[in-house]
């Protein structure tokens, strides 16, 4: 079965600063696609990033990217330059290549983001 | 309205109480989901509707039925519920359920929270 563990709870991070949070993920699969989602106070869980596990380049939006360890079985986002809209939860996902119905999620770490 | 709405944003119900949950996807998906967001807790995934069959059942108690008339609702009944069923419920609409595409993004309403009394 496959797990995902945010092991930060809570993260805060001044204005303009760059944060960064962690996540881990077991499986034995090797196909597979990996996901990070912010779900702001207002509730709606929307989609920051997504790396697919056969590609080695770490993926990027904007002031988003990932720094993607498949042998480490790592996936953290880091946010540069944080704005206060980038208080929220973070969710880190794992969905199996052949298996697209489920989304795996851990269980989460709540940004603050300080003027 | 666009993307996915959820109705009631909010609701109280005693154990014997009968409601249900609403969703509806504007997006032309053919997929649609139901998540249990509980504190401190991983999202669980309770049911799967692809093109309108239930292709997912993930364990969930009985007092929770669900509903999908077409590719664009999908209701959850609740009836006889416990105080740990208060949670968030998450709906959820992909393209479709297809095994191997890259961008089956989901799509996430806003949620209800309800809370059982």
């Known amino acids: 079965a496959q797990t995902v563990t945010q092991s930060q709870p809570e993260m805060s991070v001044q204005e303009a600063e760059t944060v960064t949070l962690s996540c881990t993920y077991d499986t034995s699969e090797n196909n597979y696609y990996l996901f990070w989602y912010k779900q702001p106070p207002s509730r709606q869980m929307i989609l920051v990033i997504r790396q697919e596990a056969y590609k080695q380049q770490n993926a990027t939006e904007n002031r988003f990217s990932v720094n993607f360890q498949k042998a480490a079985k790592s996936f953290s986002l880091k946010i540069s330059d944080s704005q206060l809209g980038d208080t929220a939860m973070y969710f880190c996902?794992?969905?199996?290549?052949?298996?697209?119905?489920?989304?795996?999620f851990g269980t989460g770490t709540r940004l603050q983001v300080f003027p | 309205e666009t993307g996915v709405t959820q109705t009631p944003r909010h609701l109280v119900m005693g154990m014997t109480n009968k409601k249900s949950l609403k969703c509806e996807q504007h997006l032309g998906h053919n997929a649609m989901y139901w998540y249990k967001q509980s504190a401190k807790k991983p999202l669980e995934l309770m049911f799967v509707y692809n093109f309108k069959e239930q292709t997912e059942n993930n364990s969930v108690p009985s007092r929770f039925s669900p509903e999908c008339p077409n590719s664009s609702h999908l209701f959850l009944h609740l009836h006889t519920l416990q105080p740990e069923d208060s949670a968030l419920y998450l709906c959820?609409?992909?393209?479709?359920?297809?095994?191997?595409?890259?961008?089956?993004?989901?799509?996430f309403g806003p949620g209800t929270r309800l809370t059982v009394l």
């Open positions: 959820a609409s992909s393209q479709d359920v297809v095994s191997g595409r890259p961008n089956n993004e989901q799509f």
């Open positions: 996902a794992f969905m199996l290549r052949y298996n697209t119905d489920k989304l795996i």
